[in-house]
């Protein structure tokens, strides 16, 4: 029977150094509902718990004077969506991060959480990767930047260093004529795992797509940035062969397993299907549908 | 006395019918019910099973010496333990053979399935447990498996059984059943034209959320006492004294609420276990099973590998039938071939069947009763190949069933003979329904298509032995005791019958389930019984009490017993030449009980009969995402004939409940496993179960047409109304595709693989 100790620092500083200092042992707490769960489960077990929901910088949610959001990476999805403007500017990585579990689960569960556990499943990941996020990282050595599709490592695995903790999200401004939108299959209608996750990011203008970027999840190792994807739509109406060779980039982005939660030939072709949904949805809210 | 039975006739029932508040809901909407995982005991220590980590091997041996000398560890038992049922003789315990119970709590010979319990350990603590298992040694001999229904029947297949023989030779084919009626061949050549299909089904767990749980006290006088939660505590005290060797006479069973069993708590797994490490040990024993091993070790329900061949005339009427049915057993034989055999063909006016089950053994948790035990397979397969048959003949599928149904007379293959025959109101219902008549809008969106699909299903129901006693309270109030667990709101249900036959107020009447010192036996909880036979034994105790009471008030009025009246809770003189007395109340007559003989009170315990047996016909309409391949139920209507509701509620419950169980069978519940043998999805997020947003408000439509044959003319509703979704919903999605699924479920990667030409 091993003890657990748990420490819910006030300052990222103490939270680094108490993290660094368990060299491995440690385990970061936000939400928790993934740790829990695998805790119970018997998959980890950690000797230190650092909770982070303490910490100010990274429960909030900021809007930079050089525009754009700053979310921080412990904020519970029910909090991000109780924010006036955040769901106007950006509903597609809203709707991705609310889809999480349930009105239970949305009470607690983050977006850094839902990066951080590595899962190439999770559903904000796609959504935070089409808008272009970059994370602010925080460790022993410092803080330093990264684009946010650079933080996934493999299944359950982060480019994080020891020691280091994610901070925020960063989203960029947002041009007129931009919007955003997430789709998930899950066989179920709630309470599932993502077979396929797509989440794309459009700028229109005039009816023409002048950035566009593609994440796609749950079908390879890691969620993808799929830039042949948002290629292929830049520069076009989104007439149907644009779309088509956009969808035709994401089966072919798909490098995914055969196994309980769908096929590989499956995966491979409803992220093709997803595309063409989840631009049409982005492209409705750019041109001021909803 | 006769009286009181005939005004329950009558429309102007005040209690039964009603809505009322259930006796147990209070404590369940706020987390005080006591389930079985809530006993505590003070010197309560924990047992932990280990459990085989290969589909299938021989155990050479088992050390326990380095678990028992673990700090904490308090006992250990294995299967030398249990007593030992050999396989030359049975030993039944109503349909269950205690030749494979003994083996399936604890493997003996062979470890049969991965998650196999092969031994178990009780210590102060679960870790301590835990920690125990893993130090205990198994020298397993690891012998090839085999998983699905088509390998196990091959003739190379590994063998589970050596004893098990199938047309002479060593098989994995423990056992048939057969119902035949006439000469199939003859009525096949008979028939213009004849259908023919094979039909595949997976595993299905029933799964209740209530975890298999028990606490076991066995006391140094070699008394026991076993808190668990079951669909039966006499099953649990028989089941357990076989497997013990303690005689029934020394065991207490006291039933917890119980959070769902669907069927698979007609049997137990941990209650002679933890019985044996309370004995040892001297302690109180709690075991309680994670999801996981609920998953992997308890239950499910068959897989089937069916052949289904019906042949009609070209006006649509049957001529043959015949069935071949391949159950999964699990590692032990025992699969539900009387659902199959019995029930596919039941509604229909057939005069040639041959309808034959085969149970097939194979290294999977051994199979449990699940709502109407395998007639869904067949119904699935049956009635399929009859929408197929409209098909054809170009008839609408409604009809060509009206055309054909038992009715009252009809010879069933199964060898009934129809007394009263209700499927013909069922259809009716549903042709009449404001559902089946309203137009489907087919495409409605580009990419989706909507189609509708109608299916029915035949339930024998059941009788058999039940207690009870209704008890006058010394303030006036009355408390019932049934032998029966629970498990879809008999209490409520039992509450208004009650009420209504002594003419008092609901909320004077509390309804509770006896152990087994307390009330007499009573069978188990489980195909449909529990209502028909409880209402039937508290029905004839009220009565008694009634007769107790008249007489005590003919005592008072010094009257003859006959010349009082038993009305709206009171005793009346019967008429002007009774005599003159202001009418006395139940309060009055307890208030004078002892003077004037003794407590009030009445017990009846019978083996009922007459349970008719139940239909259902259901319309179901589906949409499909063609480029997903996801279908979802639109909406659903179950039309069933169920007696009479007594508390419509909970007959309500029953049908939707297994509506939806239906649609999860149909659409997305599946075991898979690994290469290895191994259950790969043993667990909620995975075996995936409907949730609420999945399914429409499933509408009941309650045909109230009375069993003569029962005091309230009730009739069993739980097991009907799963039997006819799985076709129902693969006629709609037929309907909407123009193509035809023999396989369930109809998951997505399976409905997209077909559409994209595979
Ligand atoms: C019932 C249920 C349903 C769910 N449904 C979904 C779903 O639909 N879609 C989905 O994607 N997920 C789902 N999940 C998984 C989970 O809710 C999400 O992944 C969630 O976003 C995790 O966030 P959290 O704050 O709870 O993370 P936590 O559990 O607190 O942390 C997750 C992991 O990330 C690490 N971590 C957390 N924050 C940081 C940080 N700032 N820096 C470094 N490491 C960190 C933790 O140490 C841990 O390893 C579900 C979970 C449950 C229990």
């Given at each position: ?17 108490a ?9 970061i707490?936000a939400?928790g509902?993934d740790?829990?769960?695998q ?16 910490i ?8 930079p004077?050089?525009?754009?959001f700053?979310?921080?990476?412990a ?43 590595g ?18 990282i925080?460790?022993p ?23 280091e ?9 947002r041009?007129a ?6 789709l998930?299959?899950?066989?179920r209608?709630?309470?599932?795992i993502a077979v ?6 459009l ?16 079908v ?14 830049i520069?076009?109406?989104l ?52 | ?27 369940k909407?706020t ?18 099973v ?13 050390d326990t ?19 030992d ?20 709590v ?8 991965h998650?196999?319990?092969?031994a178990?350990v009780?210590?102060i603590?679960e870790?301590?447990?835990a ?8 020298d ?6 085999v ?11 590994p ?53 298999q749980?028990?606490?076991?006290s ?5 008394r ?6 079951s ?20 065991i ?11 069927g ?5 797994y941990?209650?002679p276990v933890a ?7 001297g302690?109180p ?13 308890t239950g ?7 052949t ?50 085969y149970d ?24 399929c190949?009859?929408?197929e ?7 609408d ?7 054909n149904?038992a009715?009252s007379?009809?010879?069933?293959a ?21 559902h ?16 509708r699909?109608l299916?029915?299903?035949?339930w024998?129901n059941a ?6 006693q ?15 667990p ?21 909320g ?22 529990v209502t ?11 009565e ?17 017993p ?7 809770g009171?005793?009346r003189?019967?008429?002007p ?7 006395l ?6 208030a004078?009980a ?70 999860g069978?149909a ?5 898979l496993y690994?290469?290895q ?6 667990g ?8 609420c947003s999945?399914v429409?408000?499933i509408?009941?439509?309650m ?5 003569p ?27 909407a595709?123009g ?5 369930l479920?109809m ?6 693989e ?5």
């Open positions: 029977m091993t003890d657990i100790r748990y420490l819910a620092p006030r300052t990222l500083d103490e939270a680094v150094a993290f660094a200092a368990a060299q491995g042992a440690a385990r707490l939400g509902t740790l829990l769960v805790m119970r489960a018997g998959v980890v077990r950690p000797g230190l718990i650092v909770d982070i929901k303490k100010g910088e990274m429960t909030e949610i900021v809007e004077p050089e525009g754009g700053r979310i921080g990476a904020v519970a999805g029910a909090t991000l969506a109780e924010h006036p403007r955040f769901g106007k500017v950006w509903p597609g990585v809203l709707e991705a991060i609310n889809l999480i579990g349930s009105k239970q689960v949305q009470g607690r569960a983050s977006p850094g959480g839902n990066l951080c556990n899962s190439p499943a999770g559903d904000s990941v796609p959504a935070m990767v089409a808008a272009g996020a970059v994370v602010t925080q460790g050595g410092g803080r330093r930047t990264l684009p946010v599709e650079a933080v996934p490592a493999g299944p359950h695995r982060t480019s994080l260093a020891p020691g903790i994610l901070v925020s999200f960063t989203l960029p401004p041009p004529g931009s919007s955003d939108a997430y998930r299959m899950i066989p209608t709630e309470m599932d396929v996750g797509l989440g794309a990011s700028t229109l203008q005039g009816g023409v797509v002048t950035a566009a970027r593609i994440g796609l999840g749950a390879a190792p890691t969620v993808l940035l799929v830039e042949e994807a948002g290629k292929a739509l520069g076009s109406r007439d149907d062969a644009a779309l088509e060779a956009a969808a035709a980039a994401c089966r072919a982005a798909c490098r995914p397993i055969d196994d309980k939660r769908g096929t590989i030939a499956y995966r491979t072709r409803v992220a093709g299907v997803l595309l063409k949904r989840t631009v049409a949805i982005a492209a409705a809210r750019a041109q001021g549908g909803n | 006395m006769n009286v009181i039975t005939d005004k329950l006739r009558v429309e102007d029932n005040k209690w039964i019918g009603q809505r009322t508040i259930r006796p147990d809901g209070a404590d909407v987390g005080r019910a006591s389930y079985a995982a809530d006993n505590t005991m003070p010197g309560m220590i924990w047992g932990k280990l459990r085989s980590p290969h589909a299938h091997a021989r155990i050479r041996s088992i010496s380095k678990a028992e000398a673990l700090p904490g560890v308090k006992a250990v038992v294995t299967a030398k333990d249990i007593v049922f050999p396989l030359e003789t049975s030993v039944m315990l109503g349909i269950q053979d205690m030749r494979w119970m003994c083996r399936n604890m493997a003996r010979e062979k470890a049969l399935f998650g196999h319990p092969v178990a009780a210590a603590n870790e301590v447990a920690a125990a298992c893993a130090l205990i040694a198994v397993y001999e690891v012998l090839p498996h998983i699905e229904i088509e390998d196990a029947i091959r003739d190379d297949a063998i589970l059984h050596d004893f098990a023989k199938f047309e002479g030779k060593p098989s994995n084919i423990a056992g048939t059943m057969t119902a035949k009626l006439g000469d199939v061949e003859a009525g096949f050549a008979e028939a213009d034209i004849v259908v023919e299909r094979t039909f595949r089904t997976r595993p299905i767990h029933q799964g209740y959320i209530e975890p749980a028990c606490t076991v066995y006391s140094a006088d070699g026991a006492t076993i808190w668990s939660s669909q039966g505590q006499f099953m649990v005290r028989a089941m357990t004294s076989l497997l013990t060797g303690v005689p029934q006479s020394n207490r069973a006291i039933p917890a609420e119980i959070g769902g069993g669907f698979a708590k007609t049997i137990i941990l209650e019985l044996l490490l309370s004995k040892k040990s302690r024993v709690k075991m309680v099973m994670t999801r996981e091993e609920v998953m992997r070790a499910p329900t068959s897989g089937s590998f069916s289904v061949k019906i042949g009609a005339k070209k006006d649509g009427t049957f001529v043959a039938a015949k069935g071949d049915f391949y159950i999964q057993a699990g590692c032990l034989p025992g699969g539900p071939l009387r659902g199959p055999v019995g029930c596919s063909f039941a509604p229909y006016d057939i005069p040639n069947v041959l309808s034959v089950g097939v053994v194979s290294n999977r948790s051994k199979v449990a009763a699940y709502r109407a035990p395998g007639a869904p397979l067949g119904a699935y397969a049956a009635e190949v009859i929408d048959i409209a098909e054809q003949l170009g008839m599928p409604l009809e060509l069933r009206l055309k149904t009715r007379g009809t010879k069933a199964y060898g009934a003979t129809f007394a009263k025959v209700t499927f013909e109101e069922t259809i009716e219902a549903i042709r009449d329904h404001e089946y008549k309203a137009p489907l809008d087919r495409n409605p969106r580009p990419g989706v298509k909507r189609g699909g299916a029915s299903g035949f024998y009788g058999g032995e039940s207690s009870a209704v008890n006058i309270t010394e303030d006036g109030n009355v408390v019932v005791t049934t032998g029966h629970d498990v879809g709101g008999s209490r409520a249900s039992i509450a208004n019958v009650t009420a209504e036959l002594l003419g008092v107020d609901h004077r009447v509390s309804v509770l389930i006896g152990d087994t010192a307390s009330i007499g036996y009573s069978n188990l909880t489980g195909g449909s019984r028909f036979a409880s209402a039937m034994v508290v029905t004839q105790s009220a008694k009490v009634i007769g107790q009471l008249k007489e005590r008030a003919a005592k008072i009025w010094k009257i003859d006959e010349a009082v009246h038993w009305e709206n009171e005793a003189p019967a008429g030449n009774a005599g003159q007395f202001p009418p109340s139940l309060a009055d007559l307890a004078k002892s003077e004037t003989g003794g407590p009030i009170g009445a017990g009846v315990q019978l083996n009922t009969a007459g349970a008719e047996p139940g239909f259902a016909t259901h319309v179901v309409d589906v949409e499909v995402d063609v480029d997903l391949g996801i279908v979802r139920v639109l909406r659903y209507t179950a039309a069933q004939d169920v007696g009479r509701a007594l508390h419509p509620s909970y007959v309500e419950g029953q049908i939707q409940g297994g509506v939806v169980q239906g649609i069978w659409l997305s519940e599946e075991y690994d290469r043998g191994r259950l790969e999805n043993a909620f997020l995975d075996y995936r179960m409907p949730v999945d429409p408000m509408e009941a439509v045909l109230e047409i009375p069993n044959k029962h005091p309230q003319g009730v009739r069993g509703v739980g097991e009907a109304p799963i039997v006819p979704p799985l076709a129902a919903i693969a006629n709609a999605v037929h309907d595709l193509t035809r699924f023999y396989s479920p998951s997505p990667p399976k409905v997209l077909r559409l994209d030409g595979g």
